[in-house]
């Protein structure tokens, strides 16, 4: 009953920004932490960054700094702002949350079907 859908990837030069959004529906009764995961090809699937729901923020290294995660409880939405954009962040980029929906009773973990940011000149 729960569907994440991101949005936002795309191509952009080295130095650019984007801004990817994943927005969360369904019987939705509670989401707990939100985060972006990052899969390169020839790579495992990395944390990027994640954010509970009192808006309390990890980063990996590599983003630190330029990335930042945020959310709007109100929309089921989180972002992730990505700035001064390098090569390396190439991946396809996943949305995701800790989700409680009906009928469960309890939370547990949604994925998004991910979206590509691609960073080349």
């Known amino acids: 009953q729960v569907q994440l859908v991101e949005s936002g990837g795309g191509l952009v030069q080295p130095g650019g920004s984007l801004r990817l959004s994943c927005l969360a529906s369904?019987?939705?009764?509670?989401?707990?932490?939100m985060g972006w995961y990052r899969q390169a090809p020839g790579k495992q699937r990395e944390l990027v960054a994640r954010?509970?729901?009192?808006?309390?923020?990890n980063y990996a290294d590599s983003v630190k700094g330029r990335f930042t995660i945020s959310r709007d409880n109100a929309k089921n939405t989180v972002y992730l702002q990505m700035n001064s954009l390098k090569p390396e962040d190439t991946a396809v980029y996943y949305c995701?949350?800790?989700?409680?929906?009906?009928?469960?009773?309890?939370?547990?973990?949604?994925w998004g079907k991910g979206t590509l940011v691609t960073v080349s000149s």
């Open positions: 954010i509970t729901r009192g808006s309390r923020t």
């Open positions: 995701n949350a800790q989700i409680t929906a009906m009928p469960l009773s309890v939370s547990r973990d949604y």
């Open positions: 369904g019987s939705i009764l509670d989401i707990n932490t």
